[in-house]
């Protein structure tokens, strides 16, 4: 006859295990379970089997084991996890690539039907169309004020109507309703809430990050550092380049308003001298290219013009 395991070997048992992983693995999601059955969950257990590991467990006894472990092995940083678990949450030990897990775990959701009193996650819309139903349906459209007309004996929904709004509870007529549409408008499975790497809490969206967007936003740090030094003229690697143009631009400014004069400014005194070589240098290469052109041209009309003939070429006169 086999033994069942009393509450208290279950209780060691799971904070052994729990141990084992806190020690094994630095990489955890925390995920929220909410209207996630058994079957779903054996599925996605499948699905990350060989490099992750899904863990459920009560609240209260994942905070204690986590706590007596990180106060056993000196390892502080587990305590960041204990904040992490309020509510219905699990957690995903993975020695993968994070995104590629959190990815995997996205593809497990199953449709759900509304059901009575279930705050909506998102909004609701019938769209238009034949219903199949018989005439003697149109109460339920009725009350909730979806405009229907009757087509070859069946109800058909005129245009598309918002039934549920995301964060109201579902009613009784439209759970009712979409239960005779057929439609099931949830899709639940596990969520990711927050992401454990090394001691390090991150919000999941960080995963979604590029290349691109860390280019970007390491761009806009720098030019904000750029902008703070050139304010309060604290010297800075990013400043530095801005800083040498405008104190070459001041020092310029000073050899035109004095007679102390350097290379480089030797050439803007000359502009400001005489603009017109500026001007000539400018206007010359245009003028020199286009003008040849009709003067050509004008030749070429020259001697493409026949010479006029004469009345003595012809051999008589009119008073011949």
């Known amino acids: 006859m086999v033994v069942k395991p009393s509450k208290a070997d279950k209780?060691?048992?799971y904070d052994a295990k729990l141990c084992q992983l806190l020690d094994e693995y630095?990489?955890?999601?925390?995920?929220?379970?909410?209207n996630v059955g058994s079957n779903q969950l054996q599925n996605i257990r499948k699905g990350?089997?060989?490099?992750?590991?899904?863990?459920?467990?009560k609240n209260t006894m994942m905070k204690r084991s986590v706590r007596i472990h990180a106060e056993n092995t000196g390892n502080k940083a587990f305590l960041n996890l204990i904040p992490l678990l309020v509510g219905n949450v699990g957690l995903i030990f993975t020695k993968g690539d994070l995104k590629e897990v959190s990815e995997e775990?996205?593809?497990?959701?199953?449709?759900?039907?509304?059901?009575?009193?279930?705050?909506?996650?998102?909004?609701?819309?019938?769209?238009?169309?034949?219903?199949g139903l018989d005439p003697s349906q149109t109460s339920f459209f009725q009350v909730l004020n979806i405009p229907t007309k009757i087509n070859k004996g069946t109800v058909e929904i005129i245009t598309p109507v918002e039934l549920i709004r995301k964060g109201d509870k579902v009613g009784s007529?439209?759970?009712?309703?979409?239960?005779?549409?057929?439609?099931?408008?949830?899709?639940?499975?596990?969520?990711?809430?927050?992401?454990?790497?090394?001691?390090?809490?991150?919000?999941?969206?960080?995963?979604?990050?590029?290349?691109?967007?860390?280019?970007?936003?390491?761009?806009?740090?720098?030019?904000?550092?750029?902008?703070?030094?050139?304010?309060?003229?604290?010297?800075?690697?990013?400043?530095?380049?801005?800083?040498?143009?405008?104190?070459?631009?001041?020092?310029?400014?000073?050899a035109v308003a004095t007679e102390y004069s350097f290379p480089q400014a030797d050439k803007v005194k000359e502009y400001l001298k005489d603009p017109s070589k500026f001007a000539v240098a400018v206007?010359?290469?245009?003028?020199?290219?286009?003008?040849?052109?009709?003067?050509?041209?004008?030749?070429?009309?020259?001697?493409?013009?026949p010479p006029e003939e004469s009345d003595e070429d012809l051999g008589f006169s009119l008073f011949d």
Not at 119 to 125: G, L, Q, S
Not at 174 to 193: D, H, M, W
Not at 221 to 227: A, N, R
Not at 287 to 295: E, L, R, V
């Open 26 to 34: 630095t990489q955890i999601l925390v995920v929220v379970a909410d």
């Open 11 to 13: 209780k060691i048992a």
């Open 48 to 57: 990350l089997r060989g490099d992750s590991v899904v863990l459920m467990g």
């Open 105 to 131: 775990v996205a593809k497990y959701k199953v449709g759900a039907p509304a059901r009575v009193g279930l705050v909506a996650p998102i909004d609701v819309v019938v769209p238009p169309g034949n219903t």
């Open 283 to 305: 206007v010359a290469s245009p003028s020199t290219d286009s003008g040849g052109a009709p003067a050509a041209a004008k030749e070429e009309e020259k001697k493409e013009e």
């Open 173 to 254: 007529s439209e759970a009712a309703l979409l239960a005779k549409l057929g439609i099931r408008p949830f899709s639940y499975g596990l969520v990711v809430l927050s992401v454990y790497d090394n001691g390090s809490v991150f919000s999941p969206e960080v995963l979604d990050l590029t290349e691109d967007d860390l280019v970007e936003k390491f761009a806009a740090g720098v030019s904000m550092v750029t902008s703070l030094s050139l304010a309060i003229s604290y010297p800075t690697l990013a400043a530095a380049p801005h800083m040498f143009i405008n104190a070459y631009k001041n020092v310029l400014a000073v």
